[in-house]
């Protein structure tokens, strides 16, 4: 599994860990989020990018994504869920990775859904199943983890 990091380019995700811990521990004071978002761009194929940002509160960031592709067309309802599932998915890696280490921080999962727009049905289906996963969903316009930072990738 690799990433792409505009700062590092391809590492894999034991690098990405290694990197966002370095980060942490350079700054014991400051807090800290892990956010994870997923967007998609449907098309002959639809590719999925999932973005993977460490968020140093009031100080700055650091990003990572990784892109995959799914060969078939999925339907919008079909494709929200695959996001948050890659997202959960990618939270689950990324807590293995990290045990050890033990850092304290807030996990966030960003969903491309809003109260406007076509999504707004699945709302509470969603943050319900990122909820009951122990995470905290987030959705628009506070989920900029995939509707700014993932969206950008998918193009």
């Not at 990091?5 to 995700?13: D, Y």
């Amino acid at each position: 599994m690799y990433f792409v990091s505009p700062t590092r380019g391809k590492i894999t995700a034991k690098e990405m860990c290694d990197d966002i811990l370095d980060f942490v521990h350079e700054h014991p004071k400051d807090r800290f989020r892990l956010i994870i978002g997923t967007d998609s761009q449907p098309g002959q194929q639809t590719c999925f990018v999932t973005a993977v940002i460490i968020h140093r509160e009031g100080k700055g960031a650091r990003f990572y994504f990784r892109r995959t592709y799914h060969k078939t067309p999925l339907t919008l309802r079909h494709r929200i869920f695959e996001e948050a599932t890659r997202s959960l998915e990618m939270a689950g890696t990324l807590i293995q990775f990290m045990a050890d280490m033990n850092p304290e921080l807030t996990i966030e999962i960003h969903v491309d859904i809003g109260e406007k727009g076509r999504t707004r049905e699945l709302i509470q289906q969603v943050v319900n199943m990122i909820n009951m996963s122990g995470f905290l969903a987030k959705v628009k316009p506070h989920s900029y983890g995939a509707t700014k930072v993932a969206d950008r990738f998918t193009k």
